[in-house]
């Protein structure tokens, strides 16, 4: 078909109008979704925060819902949208988040796919078994006990870790950490026993010159320590009378490694005090009847006890007793005779 040169313009004019329509309008839509996706939900709690979490399984349409029931997103169908054209869908982070009512929607997107959950304060005590910081941290809501203890004793896992050992006990090191709820177990002991090197570098920055079974040993005695110290000054003391013991193969006579057979072995309530009866008892963390280290940590050592483990005090001293049950101060001394002598004084003031 032929067209005149007037009707090619007057083609190419009215095409030309109409793409021009539709930009405008394309903007036009843009700029009511940029306000739309900009323009926070009302509330009359605005300021005022909820815990939202993402859950395994959620999918952009279960977040946008939970979202518009909670009133903090004007509709789920504009999160759906924005999502997809942001090309997030499948990017939301599990995990719990603090979102303030009043936020944008957009923020609120945001704040899903960059993963800012809130982190929760836990700590963890100096010289506590493996077994009570799985319980505290089920009790905080961040993993529960049988995933965690199946973390510790995961060889694959500690091995990847520098940790030839059945289980981390020793290697968890206590501080105070900020976890998410619901975090991996596998990440939380990772994250401890990283922690554990990193501090144990400061201490002793030789300690990777060591063999695994030497290093173990220390942390082995440093654990014993911890149990059995508690003025900060006498720590380096006591890990020097234990090694003298070692030296000449004598028993460590710890009262903490019975007191850790009764609560952590046996499973038995922590004594009040340790009987004759008790120093008895058969087994290899028995360091009465037994002579050496017994074969394993009995705690998690901290900073004060794994400083005197590696660096103890150059001592003469063969033995140490309780002399003042309230603030903790040992009596130590070189001979048997004087150990006697001032172990009766002890049970004379009582």
Known sequence: ???????????????????????????AAAVVLFRYFNTPQESSVTGKAVVFSVVPGDTVGSIADRLFEKRLIKSSAALRLYSRIMGSSGSFKIGSYRIE???????IHD?????????????????????RIGELLEEEGIT????????????????????????????LFPDTYLFQKDFPAERTVSFMIKNFFKNLDMIYPGYSALSFNELYQKIILASIVEREYRIAEEAPLIAGVFYNRL????????????????????????????????????????TYINKGLPPGPIANPGKTALEAAFHPADTKYMFFVLEDPVTGRHKFTETYRDHLTAKNLYIKTK
């Open 1 to 27: 078909m032929y067209f005149t040169e007037e009707v090619v313009i007057k083609k190419i004019v009215k095409a030309a109008v109409l793409l021009a329509a539709v930009a405008v309008l394309s903007a």
């Open 101 to 107: 009512y009043g936020e944008k929607m957009n923020e």
């Open 144 to 171: 529960n006990t049988s995933d965690f203890y199946k973390a510790v004793s995961d060889r694959e896992l500690l091995s990847g870790l520098g940790i030839e050992a059945d289980n981390a006990e020793g290697f």
């Open 247 to 286: 030296k000449n193969s004598m028993s460590l006579g710890s009262c903490a490694t019975i007191a850790y057979i009764i609560t952590d072995v046996e499973d038995k309530a922590h004594p009040s005090r340790i009987t004759y009866d008790d120093l008895e008892i058969q087994s290899p963390y028995n």
């Open 111 to 131: 704040i899903l796919i960059e993963g800012h959950q809130i982190l929760y304060k836990v700590t963890i005590p100096e010289g506590w078994t493996f077994k």
